[in-house]
């Protein structure tokens, strides 16, 4: 019998939604037309990164940058309390009962995502034991500056991020769940892994 903690980590994206919250909090933000002409924009560079030509971090990066750049920290805050609220939807039952079943049992949960932990989070109950791990975004003098704090939460930065919060020594059993690529390393990580779980 393993006697150690139990710590369950989820991706967010795909795995605790159905879709993607990034091309979601724009087009709710910003507006459906201002979000095509925005993508065919960039549809150029997306090309290249789903081609893997380009790196997966930085094209995020400038799309966000041309999106949110100068919005004041507070109004993009609020933005992200709005969204969660209205787009409760999004996620899947199957995997919210399995996080909820964590918690009430005790156990440490993770939310680990390549989204802005600023939209992530409000979409959970505040917990002592539940933590939002995503990608962080820079401000200065109370506005956003387009850039990334922390590099993009995604591959083996989940892994590295996870060792951040729960420490280098692995004295706990992690469970992971994923669904896409960007997950591959959080789940073979993790002593039990499961590929689209709540599908």
Excluded at 31 to 57: D, H
Excluded at 123 to 138: A, H, K, N, Y
Excluded at 176 to 191: T, V
Aim: aromatic share 14%; proline share 4%.
């Amino acid at each position: 019998m393993d006697n150690r903690k139990q710590v369950f980590a989820f991706d967010f994206d795909g795995t605790l939604t159905t879709k993607d919250t990034f091309i979601a909090f724009i087009r709710y933000t910003r507006g459906t037309l201002r979000f095509l002409c925005g993508f065919l924009l960039f549809s150029p560079l997306l090309v290249l990164m789903k081609l893997r030509l380009y790196p997966n971090y930085r094209a995020k990066q400038q799309v966000f940058s041309f999106f949110f750049r100068g919005t004041p920290i507070k109004r993009f805050d609020e933005q992200c309390v709005a969204f969660a609220s209205h787009h409760r939807q999004l996620l899947r039952s199957r995997g919210i009962s399995t996080l909820n079943d964590a918690l009430t049992a005790g156990h440490r949960v993770l939310i680990v995502s390549a989204s802005i932990d600023n939209w992530v989070r409000p979409f959970f109950p505040l917990s002592d034991t539940l933590t939002v791990i995503g990608t962080q975004i820079e401000t200065s003098e109370g506005r956003i500056t387009g850039r990334f704090l922390t590099p993009n939460c995604y591959g083996a930065e989940k892994v590295r991020r996870i060792k951040a919060v729960m420490g280098e020594e692995k004295d706990y059993q992690l469970t992971a769940f994923g669904d896409s690529r960007g997950d591959k390393e959080m789940l073979d990580y993790a002593d039990k892994g499961y590929f689209k779980p709540f599908r």
